[in-house]
């Protein structure tokens, strides 16, 4: 079963509306944004054992300790998926060329001069991938 739960960007995070659905909490728990305040909500949806991934790039989290411990979670990050990129890169690429991979909808370009504002929207988590464009 797969529910979103976090949209991003979301300002509040309702962390205990997952328990209607799922009272012990879910085995897995995934984040694609990389805020922190997203993490950490994945995480406290976590069931005993379960484990959250991170699939952005973060510079930094913290997280509680507890959570983890006290709980036998796990949290870990995995860079591109985990995927060879000589082959899953041609992979994308083909399946943009059929129009079966809307990067349009993920990415989001910013002049050299805005760097700070594509960092933080990013920490905000308000997109996943921005590019700088360099002059």
Known sequence: M????????????????HRKVCP?????????????QLINAASS???K??????????????????AYV??????SGVGYGAANPQVFILRMLR?????????EQIIKTYPLEDIQKAIDVKAAGKIIKPVIVMP
């Open 95 to 103: 399946l943009y060329k059929r129009g079966k991979f809307p990067v």
């Open 2 to 17: 797969l529910i979103q739960i976090l949209e991003q960007g979301q300002k509040t995070v309702d962390i205990m509306s």
């Open 70 to 75: 006290g709980g036998t979670r796990s949290l």
């Open 45 to 47: 949806c976590l069931a």
């Open 24 to 36: 012990l909490g879910f085995d897995y728990a995934i984040d694609t944004g990389g805020a922190e």
């Open 49 to 66: 054992l379960g484990k959250c991934v991170v699939l952005a790039q973060v510079p930094s989290v913290t997280v509680s300790g507890y």
